[in-house]
């Protein structure tokens, strides 16, 4: 079983920047990849970006360019640095891990963007 802690969500007004943490209950390196999704409400979840064991990074095309993330193997800790917020990346926003076939999700943390 592998626990997943978000932290780091609040609100924040357009043009801002947040820093989003989740930290895991196992090794970073165990993982095969890691990942940060959104749900705004009566929307799908949707990936804002994920990053691979070996360092590989994806990211959504709405946030690319202006989110980063990132990973502390030490700190057992995933990041997402988020800025020039919109009102649009409003949303719950969840930390995912993929351990072997197991994917695990932690609670999530909101965002919210004023305008």
């Known amino acids: 079983q592998v626990q997943l802690v978000e932290s780091g969500g609040g609100l924040v007004q357009a043009g801002g920047s947040l820093r989003l943490s989740c930290a895991a209950s196992?090794?970073?390196?165990?993982?095969?990849?890691m990942g940060w999704y959104r749900q705004a409400p009566g929307k799908q979840r949707e990936l804002v970006a994920s990053?691979?064991?070996?360092?590989?990074?994806n990211y959504g095309d709405s946030v690319r360019g202006r989110f980063t993330i990132s990973r502390d193997f030490a700190e057992y800790a995933m990041y997402l640095q988020m800025n020039s917020l919109q009102p649009e990346d409003t949303a719950v926003y969840y930390c995912?891990?993929?351990?072997?076939?197991?994917?695990?999700w932690g609670q999530g943390t909101q965002v919210t963007v004023s305008s």
């Open positions: 995912n891990a993929e351990v072997g076939q197991t994917g695990y």
């Open positions: 196992i090794r970073i390196f165990r993982i095969n990849v």
């Open positions: 990053i691979s064991r070996t360092g590989n990074t």
